[in-house]
């Protein structure tokens, strides 16, 4: 088994198992809080039930941990992926694997993507697979329908991500807040039956983290069948009101976000307005390519 070690929830399972286990993940980075306030799934030892105590944590669970209880720790590791960085359409680290080291850069945004990345190679290692292949590989990937996917309007960075829980869509965010200049935000959320009929969810993400220091969004576009809740959460957030705007027509609320004065636009979307969206954005990226 390919394990995440910085994931409680996933680590324990070569001890409830017996099978042979090995292990990767990411050690600390730079501006990295100690304690983390995001919802947390992994809070106890699996084993002996005791509050587990972290070190760091990157988003919701993962991280350095070790139980005060009983002997359950973050396990050894086969690949760690040392410093860490998200920054502007990418994110890289230095690998140090089996007493080597190499740099990977991926071309796409969220830290979570370096996550997968990092699986991929563990495992690829493990099974002997040739290293500047997978790195190369790696760092040609390009991001499916709306995981990050990445478009371009007028000359202008536009990213599409689907967003369909807190731990997602705080990572979402935190892309968001990485990404230099100014944007402009849009939200499409919807209640349908593939997306979850309650969103009281939103109330556990961290969108304080953008009413904090508001000043790089020009303003906030939501849209979607509950388009007017997601921008009641924005304001509890602390997102000033006259940067809010509740638009339903998902084409003209699109369409405001890419046309606005922002350097770069983010467009975040729950499942079934993640279609529409991408087609609308492919639409228009298209027809603002033919008017230059």
Same mark, same amino acid.
């Given at each position: 088994m390919i394990l995440n070690a910085d994931d409680p929830l996933v680590a324990q399972y070569q001890r409830l198992t017996g099978?042979?286990?090995? &292990?990767?993940?990411?050690? *600390?980075?730079?501006? #990295?809080? /100690? +304690? @983390?306030?995001?919802?947390? %799934? /992994?809070?106890? @030892?699996p084993f002996c039930g005791a509050p587990l105590v972290f070190d760091y944590c990157h988003f919701s669970q993962p991280g350095q941990y070790h139980c005060p209880g009983c002997d359950f720790n973050r396990p050894g590791l086969l690949v760690e992926?040392? %410093?860490p960085e998200a920054g502007e359409g990418r994110v890289r680290c230095r690998l140090v694997f089996n007493g080597q080291e190499a740099e990977l850069i991926l071309q796409v945004q969220g830290l979570y993507n370096l996550y997968?990345?990092? *699986?991929?190679?563990?495992? =690829? &290692?493990? #099974? /002997?697979? +040739?290293?500047? =292949? $997978?790195? %190369?590989? #790696? =760092?040609?990937?390009?991001?499916?329908? =709306?995981? $990050? %996917?990445? &478009?371009n309007y007028q000359g202008k960075p536009v990213y599409l991500n689907l967003v369909k829980n807190p731990v997602g869509f705080n990572e979402s965010l935190a892309a968001l807040c990485a990404g230099e200049g100014s944007k402009d935000v849009f939200v499409a959320i919807n209640d349908n039956d593939a997306d979850g009929r309650d969103i009281s969810w939103l109330w556990d993400v961290d969108f304080e983290m953008l009413g904090r220091d508001h000043r790089p969004y020009n303003c906030f576009i939501c849209s979607g069948l509950r388009g007017e809740e997601m921008a009641v959460r924005l304001k509890y957030a602390g997102v000033p009101i006259k940067k809010l705007i509740v638009e339903p027509d998902v084409t003209r609320a699109i369409k405001r976000t890419l046309t606005g004065g922002s350097g770069s636009a983010y467009l975040f979307s729950t499942y079934t307005a993640l279609w529409t969206a991408q087609r609308i954005i492919k639409t228009l990226a298209s027809e603002g390519v033919a008017a230059r």
């Open positions: 099978f042979p286990a090995v &292990f990767y993940g990411l050690a *600390a980075r730079a501006r #990295l809080e /100690g +304690d @983390c306030t995001q919802a947390r %799934e /992994g809070k106890f @030892c992926a040392l %410093e997968n990345a990092v *699986a991929a190679f563990s495992a =690829g &290692f493990h #099974l /002997g697979l +040739d290293v500047p =292949g $997978m790195l %190369e590989s #790696l =760092g040609r990937y390009r991001p499916i329908t =709306g995981r $990050m %996917e990445k &478009f």
